[in-house]
């Protein structure tokens, strides 16, 4: 893993980018959530974090989250991998926020288990606007349905979209695509609806212009900061 002084190197720079791409497409960096990703690396990496002044990071494992909980403290957690519906139960109370609910079955336990424990759990609805088959996420066309469920689920607060765009390098107009169709559906949800979801939590260290172009609320880095995972 890399030391403490590269990752506030790399820290440096990537708000460096993410302010000049909001320069470059007239928006103000205010608007954008950089939540580091921190799966794959130890708790360490979450206190690199920590002492930077960023407590919120994304994890993609529950169990690598949970285990990173013990050694840790004062930090919000983001789920951003997929959660299988029989799993649901072990998130509640953990992570200030699902990003990956992908279908009814899995709403439904969500909302089972926070009204069970009593609390409120927030959310976003993962979509595959790439359609791309090697992704998780609802069809653009199951939004709907599963928006009405979310919104009628009173323990679940849905706050936006997310979405990965398909893995095309080399191709930014591959992402750029997906993430305006994430931002359009978002808008017309928010008017057909007549609710106010703000959050598109999109753009990773690949596609960071491209998502702030599109309107990114929220840009989930791991490599940049971190470097490329070794397995
Ligand atoms: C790993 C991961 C990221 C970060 O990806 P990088 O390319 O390393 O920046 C963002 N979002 C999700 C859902 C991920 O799994």
Redesign the pocket.
């Known amino acids: 893993m890399l030391n403490e002084e590269q990752f506030r190197e790399n820290l440096a720079e990537v708000v460096g980018r993410i302010e000049r791409f909001c320069h470059e497409f007239n928006r103000s960096p205010d608007e954008i959530t950089l939540l580091p990703?921190t799966?794959k690396w130890p708790s360490e990496a979450v206190r690199f974090c920590q002492r930077a002044g960023v407590s919120r990071v994304?994890e993609?494992r529950v169990q690598d989250a949970l285990g990173k909980q013990q050694e840790t403290s004062g930090i919000l957690w983001e789920l951003?991998?997929h959660l299988q519906s029989n799993k649901a139960n072990q998130v509640i109370g953990r992570f200030e926020r699902i990003q990956t609910v992908d279908s009814l079955k899995l709403l439904g336990k969500l909302q089972a288990g926070a009204e069970q424990k009593g609390v409120k759990c927030k959310i976003l609805l993962q979509v595959n606007t790439g359609e791309d088959p090697a992704k998780f996420g609802l069809l653009s066309e199951q939004v709907e349905a599963v928006l009405e469920h979310a919104l009628a689920s009173s323990n679940l607060l849905v706050e936006g979209l997310m979405t990965?765009a398909p893995y095309a390098p080399g191709e930014p107009s591959v992402a750029r695509r997906a993430f305006g169709r994430l931002r359009e559906l978002r808008d017309r949800l928010n008017e057909d609806f007549k609710v106010d979801m703000k959050e598109l939590s999109m753009g990773?260290?690949?596609d960071l212009r491209e998502a702030i172009e599109s309107g990114s609320t929220m840009v989930?880095?791991?490599?940049?900061l971190f470097g490329e995972r070794v397995q």
């Open positions: 990703v799966k994304g993609n951003i991998g990965i990773m260290s690949g989930r880095v791991g490599s940049a």
